[in-house]
């Protein structure tokens, strides 16, 4: 039993017989967070398509059948992550103070120690 697509270890899993949908991609370690749907290709070649919620479909599976989970079509992909431009006069100003702070420990070390 092939499992692919949107889940978290995609791969070949043992068949078993009389289990659902939902027992495979379990063990695929389920879905990710942008899967949509499921699409169960037969043995026969014909292709259906079930969502992934409570109370979406959950056929049998029979031997030879892929399971495809995949996100729609229209479902525009999750943004990228949003990065910040660096501020480099706070960089530079906080690196100086950082710089400030460490020599003035070093020096008042040095007066202690004569």
């Known amino acids: 039993m092939l499992v692919q697509g949107e889940v978290r ?5 043992s068949f ?3 289990k659902s949908k939902s027992f495979y991609i379990e063990r695929a370690g389920e879905e990710t967070d942008s899967a949509d749907v499921a699409l169960i290709t037969y043995p026969e070649g014909y292709v259906i398509q079930t969502g992934l919620g409570w109370f979406s479909k959950n056929p049998t599976i029979p031997d030879g059948s892929v399971i495809t989970v995949s996100r729609l079509a229209s479902k ?5 992550s949003e990065s910040k431009p ?3 006069s ?3 100003k906080d690196s100086f103070a ?4 460490a020599a003035t420990i070093i020096y008042l070390v040095s007066q202690i120690k004569k």
């Open 9 to 13: 270890n995609p791969g070949v899993y």
């Open 16 to 18: 078993v017989n009389g």
């Open 76 to 80: 525009p992909p999750p943004p990228p």
């Open 86 to 88: 660096i501020d480099w």
């Open 90 to 92: 706070a960089t530079i």
């Open 98 to 101: 950082v710089m400030a702070s």
